[in-house]
């Protein structure tokens, strides 16, 4: 006796949206720059300090004033409203601010928009998380416009440090010569930099007009070489104790109060991830 078998071939139709997410709606991210409206919209909650510079030169998240200013002007064509031009200048915040304290900052991300040039003579300090009666600060963000004269904006050497858990300090910077990571910059353009630190890994990196461009991330990943926001400290942009006529802790006289314009200062207690750097990069470009 002999049997037949039927064999059903059925089609399925595969389903495109297996776990029910909700319709994208094109429209909806219109006119974004990486799905952002503006860079406010870059991780706000971590998002501990801000300067915008537009008529104001107070830290907005505090509500800090500075306590000392020298030579400085605010300017049009700023990467967002307005910008703050130094001529051989600086902005001091000489009170602790909550955010910079040892238990609020372990991992962070310093980001700024500066229009500067070499000098040939001097180095450039632009940002500096200080730690009073001392040159170095926690955090130092560091410009070593001495290196090459104003006629060079295709190379400048971007050196930002910080201090250990240990009491030393552990830095990166960009690379040089024969293999050049460097932003153009300029007097007129504006160029973003902007460093990350994660407690978690100890990797430090250098980022430069949205690429990342620091030759020595990971010299701080020994459990000695931590970060660590000692206090008390202070703030300043533009310079650092030595530059301060009246104020100087040291016979070092390689800075100068900086010459060139600052915008857009943003602190955060996080290492931004690499997509959100670029993002905040894109929206710079376009004034958002």
């Known amino acids: 006796m002999s049997s ?27 006119g974004t720059i990486d799905g952002f409206n503006s860079s406010d919209e870059i991780y706000p909650e971590n998002q501990v300090a801000y300067w915008s510079f537009d008529d104001t030169k107070n830290e907005l998240k505090s509500g800090k004033v500075p306590t000392l200013t020298a030579n400085d002007a605010f300017v049009t064509g700023g990467v967002r409203g307005k910008a703050i031009k130094l001529t051989a200048g600086y902005l001091q915040y000489a009170t602790q601010f ?17 229009q500067v040039l070499n000098n040939g003579s001097k180095k450039t300090q632009i940002f500096q998380i200080s730690r009073p009666g001392m040159l170095n600060g926690n955090i130092d963000f560091i410009l070593e416009t001495n290196l090459f004269p104003a006629s060079n904006t295709a190379y400048v050497r971007i050196h930002p440090y910080f201090t250990t858990v240990g009491g030393g300090r552990q830095d990166n910077v960009n690379a040089f ?8 910059f300029g007097a007129t353009k504006w160029t973003h930099l902007l460093i990350t630190y994660d407690r978690s890994t100890g990797i430090f990196n250098l980022w430069g007009d949205g690429v990342k461009i620091g030759n020595y991330p990971n010299r701080g990943t020994a459990a000695n070489n931590l970060f660590n926001s000692w206090e008390p400290n202070e703030v300043i942009i533009g310079g650092n104790y030595n530059t301060i006529p009246g104020q100087s802790v040291s016979g070092d006289t390689s800075f100068d109060a900086m010459t060139g314009s600052i915008d857009e200062i943003r602190v955060y207690n996080i290492p931004l991830p690499d997509a959100f750097i670029k993002a905040l990069y894109n929206l710079g470009l376009v004034n958002k």
């Open 98 to 114: 909550n955010a910079f304290k040892t238990d609020s900052l372990k991992s962070f991300t310093v980001s700024m928009w500066v």
């Open 177 to 184: 010569g024969a293999q050049n990571l460097s932003p153009q």
């Open 4 to 30: 037949v078998v039927f064999i059903v071939l059925a089609s399925c139709k595969k389903d495109g949206n297996p776990n029910n997410l909700p319709p994208v709606d094109p429209a909806d991210y219109a």
